[in-house]
């Protein structure tokens, strides 16, 4: 039999993500990709993966998920609350995020909801055996492509995995929480900053903005103040001859409200672009809940590009400073029981 | 040359040739497009990741771990004042299309009472007009194609439709556009392809490119069927229809 987790209840919006759907966007093919780059790099260090592995996006709840494999190692990144493991003849047991975890066959993985972000992640060791499309693993629904039949999961998607067995290995935790970062989001001008009044600039770096229940994979339409054109828009203000958006690209449409475009946004489009979130802090933005409040303050080209690197240089840090998921020195009973007491056998790892 | 450079963030920025669509500035796009595509291929602009050509600039996306702005822009700088080629490789491409079923055409009558020519003038028109692809987007395959008989020039409908069947051929504004899928759409529908634009069992999924000189071949609907069958079996020999 196929080595699979298989959804016995989907979440809201899981899809499978990687890093996104590289040089392609010459052709129309948004980039899609993780909304929490972070989150995923680290589910996928924690599961003992290559970083550009595709792993599950959670989008605000996850799946109930039955493990068809003699084992998997999977890891949970994202504030879940707190996710449970079930077997047929266990009490439920709740698991942390931010680790690893051994699961055997039977066993159900039952996420749960995220609290206090929208996005959670899930990766398992090895990897999900699919076909990429167009060099990513990445689901973009609104064209049907990528990921698990290039849709959200749902109740009995049976996802293969590369592996049968977990490789062998320890269980791995982070030492502390990543620290994504506080206060306001950071953003650099343009492309179109010229084509909003002075005031209108102001009114976009002074002012909070709420996220609306508008907010999905393809960006967050916020609410707030509105900012004013520099041309009335009756007289064309708000339009431009399309062109690129980047990633984290402000567009700011006639109705005079921000749109931050995300990892579904499309390739171009015609409205003039007041600023671009800071990639460091896009993924703060990918983790943004209806009803929260943000606001925007202006950095440098330069600024920004040092702030991500050093973000980097700590996500780097902090894979490196993972730490045994079990008490220091001690035996890790749970292990031993679920290992060596359930199977009755000693955990006997296959080559790789 | 003088062009414009705004920044899109710390991972991107785009080269602005100028503020009007033309031939001659998406031409300039489309070369700057390629002269990268050739540098990178022989290993210069490290870091660069993707451009994205539009109308009338260039967006460039970066890595910022690999390169910076301040590294990167005096490289393509440079690429520009040494003289971009006049014109980038190009394609033409033939799409069959068929008009004369008034399901693929619903729009054609309106269109040549708004033009104020007959049906068949609108058609002829259509078929005459030398296109080029300006820009792929707003849907993976979708491609802006400028170059309409200035005859046939219209708004886009003040209606838009919630349907528009996929492959759908369109007209508005100087500009034609056939539908990669079944979408919501504002242009005036005067024929049909049986060509699919995005066919993700294809290799090369997307089948227009920048750049790709157009025209069109007129169909009817026997041809049509049958060109049909055999792109849904995926059986169409597709270099027919390009010419490098």
């Known amino acids: 039999m196929t080595a699979a987790l298989k959804v016995l209840r989907p979440g809201l919006f899981d899809t499978l993500q990687d890093r996104g759907r590289i040089g392609y966007m010459a052709l129309g093919m948004p980039t899609a990709g993780a909304m929490d780059r972070i989150g995923l790099a680290l589910a996928n260090a924690l599961a003992g993966n290559p970083a550009d592995t595709a792993g599950l996006e959670i989008g605000v709840m996850g799946p109930d998920l039955l493990v068809e494999a003699d084992s998997v190692r999977v890891a949970l990144t994202g504030p879940l609350s707190p996710a449970l493991i079930e077997a047929p003849d266990a009490p439920p047991k709740p698991i942390e995020s931010d680790r690893s975890h051994l699961l055997k066959r039977g066993q159900v993985l039952r996420v749960g909801m995220i609290e206090g972000s929208s996005t959670a992640y899930l990766a398992v060791a090895g990897g999900f055996a699919l076909a990429a499309f167009m060099g990513s693993l990445s689901t973009y629904a609104r064209a049907g492509v990528g990921g698990f039949e290039g849709r959200k999961l749902q109740a009995n998607d049976s996802l293969p ?29 343009g492309p179109q900053e010229d084509s909003f009044s002075e005031q209108g600039r102001a009114t976009f770096i002074g002012a909070d903005y709420r996220v609306s229940k508008e907010a999905d994979r393809m960006g967050i339409r916020f609410e707030g103040p509105t900012i004013e054109h520099a041309v009335p828009v009756e007289k064309g203000g708000a339009d431009i001859i399309s062109d690129g958006i980047g990633p984290g690209a402000i567009q700011v449409p006639g109705a005079g409200l921000p749109i931050v475009l995300l990892a579904d946004r499309q390739t171009v489009g015609g409205y003039p672009k007041i600023a671009t979130v800071a990639s460091v802090d ?24 040092k702030l991500r690197r050093d973000q980097e240089a700590r996500l780097a840090r902090a894979i490196a400073d993972f730490q045994p998921a079990r008490p220091a020195g001690g035996i890790d009973l749970a292990r031993l029981y679920e290992e060596n007491l359930i199977d009755g056998v000693v955990y006997e790892p296959v080559p790789a | 040359m003088s062009v414009r450079y705004l920044s899109c963030g710390d991972t991107a920025f785009t080269v602005e040739f100028g503020n009007q669509i033309s031939p001659q500035i998406n031409g300039q796009v489309m070369a700057l497009h390629g002269a990268i595509g050739a540098a990178r291929a022989d290993g210069a602009l490290k870091g660069v990741v993707e451009t994205v050509p539009s109308m009338r600039s260039l967006m460039v996306t970066y890595d910022p771990m690999a390169t910076s702005r301040a590294a990167l822009q005096p490289e393509i700088d440079a690429l520009i004042s040494r003289g971009l080629p006049a014109e980038a490789k190009t394609r033409c491409v033939t799409i069959p299309c068929c008009y004369d079923d008034p399901e693929f055409a619903p729009d054609l009558d309106e269109v040549a009472e708004r033009t104020k020519r007959a049906p068949e003038q609108v058609i002829e028109g259509h078929l005459k007009s030398a296109f080029t692809v300006y820009v792929l987007g707003f849907m993976p395959g979708l491609a802006y194609i400028a170059g309409l008989d200035p005859s046939l020039y219209l708004p886009r409908r003040s209606e838009p439709r919630v349907r528009v069947p996929k492959s ?26 049986p060509i699919w634009l995005f066919d993700q069992r294809r290799e090369q999924p997307v089948f227009l490119a920048p750049g790709d000189h157009l025209t069109f071949e007129r169909i009817d609907r026997k041809t049509f069927d049958r060109i049909s069958r055999e792109v849904e079996a995926g059986t169409l020999d597709w270099s027919t229809l390009v010419k490098e």
């Not at chain 1, 290995?169 to 994504?180: M, S």
């Open chain 1, 161 to 189: 995995l590369k592996f049968d067995h977990a490789p062998p290995g320890e269980e791995c935790k982070l030492a502390a929480p990543f620290d994504y970062g506080h206060g306001p989001v950071r953003v650099v001008w």
């Open chain 1, 282 to 305: 896009l993924p703060r933005l990918g983790r943004l809940l209806p009803g929260q409040t943000v606001r925007f303050t202006a950095v440098t080209v330069e600024e920004a590009e």
């Open chain 2, 168 to 193: 759908s051929v369109s007209i508005a504004m100087n500009m034609t556009v056939i539908y990669p899928f079944e979408s919501p759409g504002g242009w005036h529908l005067i024929g049909r392809t």
